[in-house]
């Protein structure tokens, strides 16, 4: 079964007005989810990483006032994001997901 990826948008911290433009997203915090598997049952497994996104002053031109911002506009910014690029994440998601269905390690009980 394949892992399935999403973004969750935590919270975005604005600068309240800069030149004519107002309420202007200059971090979002995010968090990277990875599933694979049926929730609730065995065959199910979880992965998550978060961070920050800072972002430069917008271009007037394309600035989309913050009332009008979709989860797509803002995953859109995510999916450009450089360091670490959204195909790092994933591939560290997919590594643990890999390390739960094979584990390598294990915590044992004291033996005393």
């Known amino acids: 079964m394949a892992i399935q990826y999403s973004w969750i948008i935590s919270q975005m911290n604005c600068v309240i007005k800069e030149e004519e433009l107002t309420n202007i997203v200059n971090v979002v915090h995010w968090r990277r989810q990875a599933t694979q598997g049926t929730e609730g049952e065995s065959d199910y497994y979880f992965a998550e990483n978060y961070g920050a996104l800072g972002l430069d002053s917008p271009d007037p031109n394309d600035f989309i006032p913050y009332e009008d911002?979709?989860?797509?506009?803002?995953?859109?910014?995510?999916?450009?994001?450089?360091?670490?690029?959204?195909?790092?994440?994933?591939?560290?998601?997919?590594?643990?997901?890999?390390?739960?269905?094979?584990p390598i390690e294990e915590t044992l009980p004291l033996p005393f």
Do not use: H
């Open 69 to 102: 911002l979709t989860k797509l506009d803002v995953e859109v910014w995510l999916d450009e994001m450089k360091e670490p690029t959204p195909s790092e994440i994933d591939e560290n998601l997919a590594a643990n997901i890999a390390l739960q269905i094979n």
